[in-house]
Nanobody, 119 residues
């Protein structure tokens, strides 16, 4: 059974940092492409970052480019999202996904972790 579990969210002040983690079990993590998306209340879900299984390609939405960094540790079956210079617009529920192709539809996804940025 595949499980995708995000953690690391919380309340942070504007300008602060958080690191989100996404641990995957039940599949061969190092052959799948991974990504992060977020959804704020009343807004559409937004793909913010994705990465190929071999780290050769990474994508960032314009809204997070230069502030967020995606990375993965295959030995720990874990995907990360380092978020710096957080803004109130970053407040959302962040979820990770496991995909069969780069930045494509998810095979599996988690329940998400809430990030709230206060001014």
């Amino acid at each position: 059974q595949v499980q995708v579990v995000e953690s690391g969210g919380g309340l942070v002040q504007t300008g602060g940092s958080l690191r989100l983690s996404c641990t995957v079990s039940g599949l061969a993590f190092n052959v799948y492409h991974m990504g992060w998306f977020r959804q704020a209340p009343g807004k559409e879900r937004e793909q913010i970052s994705c990465v190929t299984w071999n780290d050769l390609q990474a994508y960032y939405a314009d809204s997070v480019k230069g502030r967020f960094t995606i990375s993965q540790d295959n030995a720990k079956n874990t995907l990360y999202l380092q978020m710096n210079s957080l803004k109130s617009d970053d407040t959302a529920r962040y979820s990770c996904r496991v995909s069969g192709a780069y930045c494509s539809a998810a095979y599996y996804w988690g329940q998400g972790t809430q990030v709230t940025v206060s001014s």
